[in-house]
């Protein structure tokens, strides 16, 4: 069972810091780039940057939360989701984008 967890790229869980800009405040985040490719996957599903997603996701949680404790975690856990849901429902793959225009 290991051997499923252990024989993965190590590319994939390595490190690496992006800078950004969030709330008119500069900021780095640093992920694995697994979850990068997947955020940069969402971002182009979207018809996005990933720029563009990632501010838009911040402003949404600010605005429906009022704050964002660990947006970093907050993304690792919002690839989770898109991960799971792509496993379970491969029609999403096809589907129109995740974010409502209008939100």
């Known amino acids: ?9 190590q590319r ?9 800009r969030l709330g008119g405040h500069c900021t ?3 992920l694995e780039l697994a979850f990068w490719d ?3 996957e969402i971002a182009a599903k979207e018809g996005m940057s ?3 997603f990632l501010t838009t996701l911040h402003n949404e949680v600010l605005d429906h939360h009022g704050e964002v404790n ?3 975690s907050l993304l690792r856990c919002s690839c989770l989701i ?6 379970a429902l491969p029609e999403l793959r096809d589907r ?3 974010l409502d225009a209008a939100e």
Not at 12 to 17: I, L, M, P, R
Not at 82 to 87: H, I, L, P, T, V
């Open 28 to 30: 780095s985040i640093r």
């Open 70 to 72: 660990n947006f970093a």
């Open 96 to 98: 129109p984008p995740i």
């Open 38 to 40: 997947t955020l940069e």
């Open 50 to 52: 990933l720029a563009k």
């Open 82 to 87: 898109y991960r799971s849901k792509s496993a």
């Open 1 to 9: 069972m290991c051997s499923l967890f252990a024989h993965q790229p």
């Open 12 to 20: 994939d869980y390595e490190s690496q810091t992006r800078s950004l």
